[in-house]
């Protein structure tokens, strides 16, 4: 199977080339940067800019399955113009690969598309399936119905569409988790507001591994990629703390501190999103890490 890739610099990217590549698919991928175009037995390389609706067509050609990662970081400042970014890089970027699909034949069959779990509003008690309706009236989850909503449109060139609801992805090689861990390695860590606000997280390697289980078993729909087992806030960070030996004395930071850091993105640390991996469960998909203890000696003993 050929597969095209964007946003394949990322971390997500990089794991599910790997994985793809090592079970003998070939991969194409589009780049912002031309100096990271590179051509290589089973990996080949194409130039793209959203911004300027340009794509390399060339890049479709023998293409079965499209998987769609390209997107601009959440964890930065959310300015006014960041925002715009946050979005549009999302948005554009799955429309021009629409209605470069609508222009040039091709065989694509199947395209599959990240998204997150912050379409679901922030509680402290529900627990989200994919089955849930309501939109969280936030900034990340009107980014998340535009970027679904886009997605679904492929289903009017009879490519079927699944959307992958990612949580809190943990790795070792960049994101979140070295972040959170720093502080804590040098005895500075603390949870953030009342610390029971829920984190859905999935191992990275996990991640990939889903995204090519979606592409091997050909999945419609909706589907959430977190763990079977989410964590509260308290106990994410007592975890990290108890495996890199370190104390935690400080107290919580309240919610009005971070605000005034980080502006609007403090809602990465206090909302709450309690998600289930059930239905994916149910598609026969084994995780190779369900419980965040197991998970976090995996990454942070490296």
């Given at each position: 199977m050929k597969v095209l890739i964007t946003g394949s610099t990322g971390l997500v990217g990089q794991s599910i080339i790997q994985q793809l590549l090592a079970k003998g698919h070939s991969v194409n991928y589009l780049t912002t940067s031309r100096d990271k175009i590179k051509s290589q037995e089973n990996l080949n390389g194409f130039y793209w800019?959203?911004?300027?609706?340009?794509?390399?067509?060339?890049?479709?050609?023998?293409?079965?399955?499209?998987?769609?990662?390209?997107?601009?970081s959440v964890a930065q400042r959310w300015t006014k113009k960041y925002k715009k970014q946050i979005m549009c890089s999302r948005v554009r970027s799955a429309k021009l690969l629409l209605n470069t699909l609508k222009k040039h034949p091709n065989q694509v069959k199947q395209f599959i598309s990240a998204s997150a779990i912050g379409i679901y509003p922030s509680s402290l008690t529900d627990t989200y399936t994919e089955d849930y309706e309501g939109i969280n009236p936030e900034f990340l989850g009107k980014v998340v119905k535009r970027w679904e909503k886009?997605?679904?449109?492929?289903?009017?060139?009879?490519?079927?569409?699944?959307?992958?609801?990612?949580?809190?992805?943990?790795?070792?090689?960049?994101?979140?988790?070295?972040?959170?861990?720093?502080?804590?390695?040098?005895?500075?860590?603390?949870?953030?507001?009342?610390?029971?606000?829920?984190?859905?997280?999935?191992?990275?390697?996990?991640?990939?591994?889903?995204?090519?289980?979606?592409?091997?078993?050909?999945?419609?729909?909706?589907?959430?990629?977190?763990?079977?087992?989410?964590?509260?806030?308290?106990?994410?960070?007592?975890?990290?703390?108890?495996?890199?030996?370190?104390?935690?004395?400080?107290?919580?930071?309240p919610k009005f501190i971070m605000q005034w850091v980080l502006g609007d993105m403090h809602i990465l640390l206090y909302d709450s999103q309690k998600v289930s991996a059930e239905k994916v469960l149910q598609q026969g998909f084994t995780f190779k890490h369900e419980f965040i203890e197991e998970a976090l000696r995996d990454l942070l003993k490296k």
């Amino acid at each position: 199977m050929k597969v095209l890739i964007t946003g394949s610099t990322g971390l997500v990217g990089q794991s599910i080339i790997q994985q793809l590549l090592a079970k003998g698919h070939s991969v194409n991928y589009l780049t912002t940067s031309r100096d990271k175009i590179k051509s290589q037995e089973n990996l080949n390389g194409f130039y793209w800019s959203h911004n300027q609706e340009l794509i390399d067509p060339q890049s479709l050609i023998g293409v079965d399955a499209i998987i769609h990662l390209a997107g601009a970081s959440v964890a930065q400042r959310w300015t006014k113009k960041y925002k715009k970014q946050i979005m549009c890089s999302r948005v554009r970027s799955a429309k021009l690969l629409l209605n470069t699909l609508k222009k040039h034949p091709n065989q694509v069959k199947q395209f599959i598309s990240a998204s997150a779990i912050g379409i679901y509003p922030s509680s402290l008690t529900d627990t989200y399936t994919e089955d849930y309706e309501g939109i969280n009236p936030e900034f990340l989850g009107k980014v998340v119905k535009r970027w679904e909503k886009v997605a679904s449109k492929f289903k009017e060139l009879s490519i079927a569409v699944c959307k992958i609801r990612i949580g809190l992805v943990l790795s070792d090689k960049g994101g979140a988790l070295p972040q959170m861990a720093k502080p804590i390695r040098l005895g500075l860590g603390s949870s953030f507001g009342s610390g029971n606000q829920y984190q859905s997280w999935i191992h990275h390697e996990d991640l990939a591994s889903l995204f090519i289980y979606a592409l091997e078993h050909q999945w419609q729909g909706t589907f959430n990629a977190v763990a079977p087992n989410p964590v509260t806030q308290n106990a994410l960070t007592k975890t990290i703390a108890n495996i890199v030996n370190k104390p935690l004395w400080l107290p919580n930071l309240p919610k009005f501190i971070m605000q005034w850091v980080l502006g609007d993105m403090h809602i990465l640390l206090y909302d709450s999103q309690k998600v289930s991996a059930e239905k994916v469960l149910q598609q026969g998909f084994t995780f190779k890490h369900e419980f965040i203890e197991e998970a976090l000696r995996d990454l942070l003993k490296k």
